[in-house]
């Protein structure tokens, strides 16, 4: 399930190999400000998809152990360490609906997917932000066994057609979302009206 996943949802993960945001947090040459936007944007992201997580069935919630992966609370902690506040920035209104466990599983795939390459941004900006590079770190020490036990679960997808249908939709739907969000990143901050 995880390699069909890869496969169909491969060209937007390209493509957003090439957003200037993580391209210069990558290289370490993000410029403060730009800095704070691109978080902005995605706690936006963020924050939107880990309330509509919270919705998942009790018993996948639990196998998984999905209040461990919510990552908007990083995000959070990031931007005050930059002395930056969340409240009064805009959050995503285009989250696929998801009703069964393939659209949550295939959804998931696409945040949890992320933070493989979050790690290697977070050691390019450690330089740069120190410690405010929690989102990119995700999930520490955790990180290996989280992503193992969820990759478990979406494989066994294999064996429930339907639901395997559900997450191909899920994770091609939040990948679209997370791309077209993330395209208006620069000014993110300051068009929330926040003061900097």
Known sequence: MRMRL??????THERMHGHA?????????????????????????????DAAMTQAPAQLSRE???????????????????????????????????????????AL????????GGVFIARAL?????ENRRFFLGHGGEHGRLWRSFVARLDRLDDEPAEAAAAERAAVAAFAAFEHWMADWRGAYKEAAIPA
Not at 21 to 46: C, K, V
Not at 74 to 90: F, H, S
Not at 126 to 130: A, M, N, Q, S
Request: glycine share 14%; aromatic share 8%.
């Open 21 to 49: 945001g993580f391209g210069a947090a990558a290289a370490g040459a993000i410029s403060p400000a730009d800095y704070r936007d691109l978080l902005a944007r995605l706690y936006g992201f963020h924050a939107a998809f």
């Open 126 to 130: 450690e330089p740069k932000v120190g």
């Open 109 to 116: 795939y696409v945040v949890e997917g992320s933070t493989l």
């Open 64 to 106: 998984i152990e999905l209040p461990e992966r919510h990552r908007a609370g990083l995000i959070a902690a990031d931007l005050a360490g930059l002395g930056a506040e969340v409240a009064g920035l805009p959050l995503c209104d285009d989250m696929p609906a998801m009703r069964s466990e393939g659209d949550y599983l295939g």
């Open 6 to 11: 890869k496969e169909i949802t491969s060209q």
